[in-house]
């Protein structure tokens, strides 16, 4: 057979492009190590908290925080290096060295980014993680607290509830989540029809730059810390600790968890809650969480189910009254309700054994799953005709489910200026679609994507229109990818108007003020102004 020489020619230029590459790449990430090393201070040695492939706890460290399984697949692209910061010199070491030699940094608090971008990327990247740096610093004199960004909210609400019965914080009900990406992309909780948002109540913080200068709010300025509170740190800094401000809880409060499906008339009750769900007191907040359930009765054997879930800031015989009164349909009682502690209500919206001890909440481990999330806005109620197709289709499409987040109240109050985060009066409430599975592979990820995607896509005459807004702490790959390169400004504007309305532009100007030359880059960061 003759030998075809262009081929094989082709073949050794291939492999030998391949092994320069490589070689470069090492001498590359060899020469970042150094530089950390050099850049070390003596009485904070940084080499404890470099991971590379090679050492031993590698893969402990990297899936430790992985808490979407989608992205623990042996497919997975790995950071050739974690740095588990015990310092903050260590993360202005990482930001010098990672500077200079041009490498992408991927910077993760908790983990929970919903589609990975906190620990995954397609680049060769390192990943700054900060779960060591979780001081929790509570003045009750004051009533504010310094907490570092590796802190979790069980720790944050557990420390609180150790010096206080009368004060909590209006954050996530996952107390898993990391206070440091949670905090800045504009995290909520069941307290946010009454106190807002986390970013209605951070007064100070202590944020590293692209050169690693250390600022407070005074010295970084009010652009910056505009940006920091709802627009994704992540594009502008690393964030080492907020200052919050605590607000003021009753020793009581009332929960309650009332689940109807489609045969105990939940169209009717459904359609009830949309008309009065954002107009309630403020201390009244009420989730709907909607699945798909097996049936007895109905023909095909599912049906959708309605989960009512509350929080009430006060006691259960005014709850009651004002479920009642608003919501007669739900048929509330008193036997319905439980009346505890603040900090139990965080358990009891965790699903744990309400009387179980609280410092449960100190657990760093949640139960895993592989998942997608989405996000709209809703601005007018569904006709109930509607509603009825919505749960056909939920049946169609299951196990894909929705649900309902009611704003209102002090969330209608706050300028949709005020923050980055834009989406305040005139929304009645807010959807997070979720599939999770417990299978890995691509095609089952795929099948069950699409599922989500299905959904929302079915839900498009309902929901917010041009643009048609999202969440970003519900981070959706799907509203588009930033490749970071000649037309990062228009990439950016697909996904960033979505997420912040007429607050981008803001966003861009500040960005391109304080990070010139992008440092600061993900998949969906916030871009700088073409040159």
């Known amino acids: 057979m003759a030998i075809s020489w262009p081929l094989v020619v082709s073949v050794l230029l291939s492999i030998s492009s391949l092994v320069t590459s490589a070689s470069n790449s090492d001498s590359v990430h060899e020469a970042f190590v150094q530089c950390l090393l050099d850049n070390s201070h003596p009485s904070h040695p940084i080499s404890e908290a470099i991971f590379t492939p090679q050492s031993p706890s590698y893969a402990t460290v990297l899936q430790s925080y992985i808490r979407n399984l989608r992205f623990n697949e042996t497919y997975t ?144 300025g009010e ?101 009642n009164e608003n919501l007669p349909l739900l048929g509330l009682s008193q036997s319905d309700c439980i009346e505890t502690s603040w900090i139990r209500s965080v358990l009891f919206w965790t699903n744990i054994t309400i009387d179980s001890p609280t410092d449960v909440l100190l657990n760093r481990t949640p139960s895993l799953s592989y998942l997608k999330r989405k996000s709209d806005y809703v601005k007018q109620p569904i006709p109930k005709t509607a509603l009825e197709g919505i749960w056909e289709k939920m049946i169609e499409l299951q196990p894909a489910q929705m649900i309902f987040n009611p704003y209102g109240g002090r969330m209608a109050e706050i300028e949709s200026t005020a923050t980055p985060f834009p989406h305040r009066a005139g929304n009645l409430w807010k959807i997070q679609y979720l599939a999770n599975w417990n299978q890995g592979g691509a095609e089952t990820a795929q099948r069950y994507i699409g599922l989500t995607r299905k959904l929302h896509r079915y839900m498009t005459p309902f929901v917010s229109k041009n643009p048609r807004e999202a969440f970003l702490n519900y981070r959706d790959i799907d509203l588009g990818v930033n490749h970071n390169d000649r037309g990062s400004y228009l990439e950016g504007r697909v996904y960033g108007i979505k997420y912040f309305k007429g607050n981008f532009n803001r966003l861009v100007l500040i960005k391109t003020k304080v990070d010139p030359t992008n440092f600061f880059r993900n998949e969906q960061s916030i871009p700088t102004l073409p040159h």
Request: proline share 3%; glycine share 10%.
């Open 77 to 220: 692209p790995k950071p050739f290096l974690i740095l588990t910061a015990l310092h903050q010199s260590h993360i202005q070491a990482a930001i010098i060295c990672a500077k200079k030699g041009n490498i992408q940094m991927k910077i993760r608090s908790g983990g929970h980014d919903y589609d990975g971008l906190s620990y995954v990327a397609t680049v060769p990247f390192f990943v700054l993680d900060m779960f060591n740096l979780r001081s929790i610093d509570i003045d009750t004199e004051t009533e504010t607290v310094w907490v570092q960004s590796g802190a979790i909210l069980g720790e944050l609400y557990y420390r609180i509830s150790e010096l206080s019965k009368t004060h909590g914080f209006p954050a996530g009900v996952c107390p898993t989540v990391g206070v440091g990406g949670h905090f800045t992309g504009g995290g909520y909780g069941n307290m946010m029809r009454k106190y807002g948002l986390t970013v209605d109540n951070i007064v100070d913080a202590y944020v590293i730059d692209v050169n690693g200068r250390i600022h407070d709010r005074k010295s970084m």
């Open 223 to 323: 652009d910056l810390f505009w940006a920091i509170r709802g627009g994704g740190a992540a594009s502008f800094g690393v964030v080492l600790a907020y200052k919050i401000k605590l607000v003021h809880v009753p020793e009581i409060v009332t929960v309650f968890r009332v689940e109807k499906t489609l045969e105990d008339n939940a169209t009717d009750i459904v359609d009830q809650w949309q008309h009065v769900a954002s107009k309630l007191p403020k201390e009244l907040f009420v989730r709907l969480v909607i699945d798909v359930v097996n049936s007895s009765t109905r023909t095909g054997g599912s049906t959708v189910r309605v989960s009512f879930i509350s929080l009430f800031l006060g006691d259960s015989k005014t709850l009651v009254s004002i479920m």
